[in-house]
């Protein structure tokens, strides 16, 4: 069973987000949306339906705070063995979760991403050889997916140090590694909207300096690894 937890706040993308779900997804799956205070009339209507959806849980939140505070509330109502976390804004390969959950039966990995040919292909950008997976030392959380063992001893984001949106990717990869485990991209392919047009040697520079204030030096990343 893969929980996939989907943070939104007036998304526009949720239901074709929900539509590759279900299209290609193998294993037997839950969609836990986590809806963060939307206000748009479509994004209400959306979510009202989706209450009623097989295997789909919609849980609200009073305010729009922060990324870690919508995932820890999707793995708060998660139960699966695996747990996924997944933008609204990106749209899952076929396949995808059996190619994440054989990469994850690997005891020594404790969280596995997809890569990403667009949004944040700088960062987690497709290898050409699909068969190829790549040992990273951070992962972009529009499409990551980890064990409930991993979540048990590594916790939750931290969500009162990373209030705001960006660094929490970087903070939980740095913990995962930490606690002994590697991160790896696998084969698993996913469109992501969202990141397009970043600047990722900016972002990362950027999304390092929280980080490394928390941790210190030792805890900033770079791409060799």
Known sequence: ??????????????????????QNTRNEYRVIVVDSASKKPESLALLSKLRS????????????????????????????????????????????????????????????GAQMPGGAAGLQGASPDLSSILRVPFLVFAHVTTRRDVIDQVGLLDAETFKG?????????????????????????????GGATMNHTRLLRDLNRPVVRHHGTHGEVDLAG
């Open 1 to 22: 069973m893969i929980d996939i937890v989907v943070p939104v706040h007036d998304g526009k993308h949720l239901e074709m987000c929900l539509q590759a779900i279900e």
């Open 53 to 112: 959806r097989d295997r789909v849980t919609v849980v609200t939140l009073g305010e729009n705070e922060s990324f870690s505070k919508a995932i820890n509330a999707g793995i708060a109502a998660s139960t699966g063995k695996y747990v996924c976390f997944l933008n609204d804004d990106a749209f899952v390969g076929d396949g995808w979760d059996a190619v994440m959950i054989s990469e994850l039966s690997d005891s020594r990995v404790g969280m596995v």
């Open 165 to 193: 949106f960006g660094s929490e990717d970087l903070d939980y990869s740095w913990r995962i590694r930490e606690a002994g485990y590697k991160l790896k991209v696998s084969a698993a392919r996913t469109m992501h909207v």
